[in-house]
T-cell receptor, first 118, second 115 residues
Framework: EPEVTQTPSHQVTQMGQEVILRCVPI?????FYWYRQILGQKVEFLVS????????KSEIFDDQFSVERPDGSNFTLKIRSTKLEDSAMYFC????????????????FGEGSWLTVV | AQSVTQLGSHVSVSEGALVLLRCNYS??????LFWYVQYPNQGLQLLLK??????LVKGINGFEAEFKKSETSFHLTKPSAHMSDAAEYFC?????????????FGSGTRLQVQP
């Protein structure tokens, strides 16, 4: 079964450093997302990306964050100047277009990348 | 803005007992509704979803959920719990008809299954 894959599974970084989290969405999907889950809290939406541009973003997704689809398969989340409060599990996800009978609005998640900022 | 309420952050049942995890949403237009499961140290896996049609939706691993518009609810049930069902369960919604695709999650319910 196709799946969303994420790397690294766990990264420890020093405060102030830049981090890039990588994702390979499901191959025929066109919508891509990043969510995060701070330990013990809700899963929160960060950003969605379609047709090479951001289509939605939350208040969390400020200038510290950026996303990119550098090639035909990868989707990345860059966090600049990391802070302690950026420590969380970051989930990449993807979904197909609404006309896809099989997927509809289903969003498929990867296994996450644990980011620990020290 | 959408909100999702999951009553009970922890639910404990005996193996073989009924599982009932509650989810209510707040929205004037019924949203798309989802249940996701997160096993320890794993990502989010879709259990089931409601988009349209029959209000009783069957998912994987014997789970089902019923959309009740009058109660703005989408409770998750399983007739007989298994030890392997121990996990965290998240109810989520997304807007219908607005073009927004982002999911709004509830705070989750951790299910414990006692032998």
């Amino acid at each position: 079964e196709p799946e969303v894959t994420q790397t690294p599974s766990h990264q420890v970084t020093q405060m102030g450093q830049e981090v890039i989290l990588r994702c390979v969405p499901i191959s025929n999907h066109l919508y891509f997302y990043w969510y995060r889950q701070i330990l013990g809290q809700k899963v929160e939406f960060l950003v969605s990306f379609y047709n090479n541009e951001i289509s939605e973003k939350s208040e969390i997704f400020d200038d510290q964050f950026s996303v990119e689809r550098p090639d035909g398969s990868n989707f990345t989340l860059k966090i600049r100047s990391t802070k302690l409060e950026d420590s969380a599990m970051y989930f990449c996800a993807s979904s197909s277009v609404p006309s896809d009978r099989a997927g509809g609005n289903t969003i498929y998640f990867g296994e996450g990348s644990w980011l620990t900022v020290v | 803005a959408q909100s999702v309420t999951q009553l009970g952050s922890h639910v404990s049942v005996s193996e073989g007992a009924l599982v009932l995890l509650r989810c209510n949403y707040s929205s004037s237009v019924p949203p798309y509704l989802f249940w996701y499961v997160q096993y320890p140290n794993q990502g989010l896996q879709l259990l089931l979803k409601y988009t349209t049609g029959a209000t009783l939706v069957k998912g994987i691993n014997g789970f089902e959920a019923e959309f009740k518009k009058s109660e703005t609810s989408f409770h998750l049930t399983k007739p007989s719990a298994h030890m392997s069902d121990a996990a965290e369960y998240f109810c989520a919604v997304s807007d219908r008809g607005t073009g927004r695709r982002a999911l709004t999650f509830g705070s989750g319910t951790r299910l414990q299954v006692q032998p």
